[in-house]
């Protein structure tokens, strides 16, 4: 992600941390016509490269020595900016990658152009301009200049860019250094680094759902935790499984199914056709960001999260690779379990006798392959001593056999038994 300081900022934040993705800032100037500053002939990028509409300046009559002047002022301005906003922070690499380049909106689109270009001569391999308001005729006018536009808003007549927004206050240096200080860097996007990074996940229209990613390096999978019973992605207990499987070397994503206000009303907590949809969004946000979209995907339930996960697997298909329920409730996925042909666990707690029963009634409906794993003593939330540590060994275990490389002794464990 790069966006352009400094109305660019703050919406290149929010889409790089919906996405995961590292962010930067393209630093551009606008070029000003001597006698009318507002009036812009052409932007100046880093590393000197400059877009210059000729036709403008011939008709404003700018002379050369006038326009380089003006090319001074402004590079000293950028190195200024570049000084301010990246203060021993490193320039994102985008060699061989594509780049998501977004502004809060364009007028003419000129600064996005050299912003572009300098991109390009970094060797992207790729360039995306993202906004969220824009004049239809300069979207389709740039369309050569970009492999991509995505633009939410193209009102006729166009008003300005501000006229797209409620509140169009002006961004300050320092909200631009805070919110780079709070983003993802290259550093911590590289393949030797473990990071974790809070992320945004869409789920329908106005709904957001906040998560947690961690991604180990070399992952061997991703598994997205689904909580149940009114719990959250701070759930002790899933996070606590989870710092297993990422020292395992699985990246895990827990993130909330119901917002706030959704989570008020009890009713929600056992809706499993709502926390299933939830679960897939959160499966195709994974799919699309870039830690993790070639990992393989395992779906780790917990109470009617296990519900959810089961009936997510059944609508996802082959793109779940495996499925974990650490007292979970899969009988509330009904007949979803006869279409789901992910290896599924079931862990169960040998002093939880109700939930066992259902847990062997469900695992006989399952059409894929089934285990029950019971810990012996352990309740319904695996409080005693060890337990919990039981469940994530034998989670561990599980994703290793049927996310994990073949080299690392995983991927097409035989099915030994329904049971253990």
């Given amino acids: 992600m ?93 060699a061989g990658r594509l780049v998501v380049l977004v502004d809060d909106g364009l007028a003419t689109g000129v ?26 005729d300069v979207r389709t006018r740039l369309r050569s200049e970009f492999d991509d536009i995505v633009c939410l808003h193209s009102p006729e007549p166009f008003l300005g860019v501000g006229s797209g927004y409620d509140d169009f206050s002006q961004t300050t240096d320092a909200e631009v250094v805070e919110l780079l200080s709070r983003a993802p860097t290259t550093a911590d996007a590289h393949p030797d680094h473990e990071r974790e990074v809070e992320v945004a996940i869409p789920a329908g229209p106005g709904v957001m759902l906040e998560g947690t990613l961690r991604v180990p390096a070399g992952a061997a999978g991703l598994v997205i935790f689904a909580h149940g019973s009114g719990s959250s992605r ?85 793109r779940v690779a495996a499925v974990v329920s650490r007292g979970g409730r899969p009988d509330l996925a009904g007949a979803a379990l006869a279409q789901v042909a992910a ?44 337990a919990l540590e039981r469940v994530a060994e034998v989670a561990v275990e599980w994703f290793t056999a049927w996310l994990a490389p073949a080299e690392r002794g995983g991927a097409g464990r035989p099915p030994d038994a329904r049971q253990r």
């Avoid at 050299?114 to 391999?125: E, F, P, T």
């Avoid at 009713?267 to 990992?295: K, M």
């Fill in 111 to 136: 600064t996005a152009v050299a912003a572009a270009r300098v991109l390009r001569d970094r060797g992207a391999r790729s360039v995306v301009l993202a906004v969220p308001v824009c004049p239809w």
């Fill in 234 to 318: 701070h759930s002790p207990r899933n996070r606590a499984v989870a710092a297993h499987l990422n020292q395992a070397g699985f990246a895990t994503l827990l993130f909330d199914l119901l917002t706030e206000a959704e989570a008020r009303d009890r009713a929600n907590v056992f809706d499993i056709e709502l926390l299933s949809g939830r679960l897939l969004a959160g499966c195709r946000w994974a799919e699309l960001s870039p830690e993790v979209t070639d990992l393989p995907l395992g779906l780790f339930g917990a109470s009617t999260g296990a519900a959810a996960a089961l009936r997510a697997a059944a609508q996802a298909g082959d």
């Fill in 343 to 386: 290896p599924t666990l079931l862990i169960v707690g040998g002093a939880d006798e109700v939930v066992l029963g259902l847990n062997r009634e469900a695992a006989g409906e399952l059409a894929g392959l089934c285990e029950i794993a019971v810990v012996p003593g352990a309740g319904h939330l695996f409080e005693e001593p060890g």
């Fill in 2 to 94: 790069v966006a352009l300081p400094r109305g660019g900022v703050p919406v290149g934040f929010e889409v790089a941390r919906a996405l995961g993705a590292p962010l930067d800032i393209g630093l551009v100037r606008k070029l000003g016509a001597p006698m009318q500053p507002e009036l812009g002939f052409g932007a100046l990028g880093e590393e000197g490269r400059a877009v210059v509409d000729t036709e403008i300046v011939r008709r404003l009559g700018i002379s050369r020595h006038e326009l380089e002047a003006v090319v001074e002022r402004e590079r000293r301005e950028l190195e200024r900016r570049a000084a301010s906003y990246r203060p021993g922070r490193p320039v994102l690499g985008v």
